[in-house]
């Protein structure tokens, strides 16, 4: 099996004492510690303005345990790309932000999408998934 | 003003043919801008007694719309099968498994703009914080 390790780490001066939370996990396959995540997908895009575009164009396998990482490499700090999830939106990611979710991709519609805003974004992203349904050619 | 980072690694030796190793650092800061995040909800806890059940963590009519907040999650369970169903509004997000965590861009773009969890068995624990862009 393959092991990919996730580890984050959270610094903040905000509070009167200093914060620092770390966090590290194996990407397992749903419900086991005995099968990692041992497929992936990933890319660098360039999203012009516009037009909302999924991410992900395989349909990965429904409700399992895949992980998402997208960082936006744009420098602008007005420059973001709104991240939708089947028509609701999530969140934002402006210009050297990233994001590390779990994706259910639940049904055909549980596309993750992106729209780009301010100008053209530098998207970097990573699917670690179980296996996805590829589109017959 | 406050300064708050997010570094993230990603690491495999055996995935690919080559190693992985993906390691950014993202200073938090608010939409638009280049001020740091000034407000914060946690570091907290919370265990769920009751099972599973859809509850929620954040609601979204208590946060200004469009912004840069940041979510981070983790499942402190040690059980694999265990797991917390993150749904935005009423919308699926993903399965948070036993040891897991998350990193989540949260613009509260509405007031249904919820971040709602929902366990998968009793007693299970969510740690999480909320970095604010007000």
Same mark, same amino acid.
């Given at each position: 099996m393959a092991t990919t390790t996730a580890a984050v780490t959270l610094t903040s001066d905000l509070l009167s004492d200093a914060l620092s939370v770390s966090a590290s996990t194996?990407?397992?396959?749903?419900?086991?510690?005995?099968?990692?995540?041992?497929q992936m997908e990933y890319g660098v895009v360039e999203i012009a303005t516009g037009t909302a575009y999924d991410i992900i164009c395989s349909t990965p396998?429904?409700?399992?345990a895949s992980k998402l990482y997208i960082k936006n490499h744009?420098?602008?700090?007005t420059y973001y790309v709104r991240v939708v999830l089947d028509a609701q939106n999530i969140g934002s990611l402006y210009g050297g932000d990233w994001m590390f979710i779990p994706a259910d991709?639940?049904?055909?519609?549980?596309d993750i999408e992106i729209t780009a805003v301010g100008g053209t974004n530098i998207i970097e992203y990573a699917l670690f998934h179980e296996g996805t349904i590829l589109t017959a050619s | 003003m406050a300064t708050t980072t997010a570094t993230i690694t990603l690491a495999s030796?055996?995935?690919?043919?080559d190693e992985l190793a993906l390691t950014t650092t993202a200073t938090l800061t608010g939409a638009g801008n280049?001020?740091?995040?000034t407000g914060t909800a946690g570091l907290a806890r919370k265990t769920? @007694?009751?099972?599973h059940a859809q509850y929620t963590l954040?609601?979204?009519?208590?946060y200004t719309a469009d912004k840069a907040h940041k979510l981070y999650l983790k499942n402190?369970? @040690? @059980?694999?099968a265990e797991y917390f169903l993150i749904t935005v509004n009423s919308e699926d997000v993903g399965r948070l498994y036993a040891g897991d965590w998350a990193l989540i861009p949260w613009s509260?773009?509405?007031?249904?703009?919820d971040i709602k969890i929902d366990p998968s068995a009793n007693d299970m624990t969510l740690e999480y914080m909320l970095f604010t862009d007000e």
């Open positions: 194996t990407c397992m396959k749903a419900g086991t510690t005995a099968d990692g995540l041992d396998t429904a409700s399992k744009s420098t602008d700090e991709f639940h049904d055909a519609n549980a | 030796t055996d995935l690919l043919s280049s001020t740091g995040l769920v @007694t009751g099972g954040f609601d979204g009519s208590d402190t369970s @040690t @059980t694999a509260a773009h509405d007031n249904d703009n």
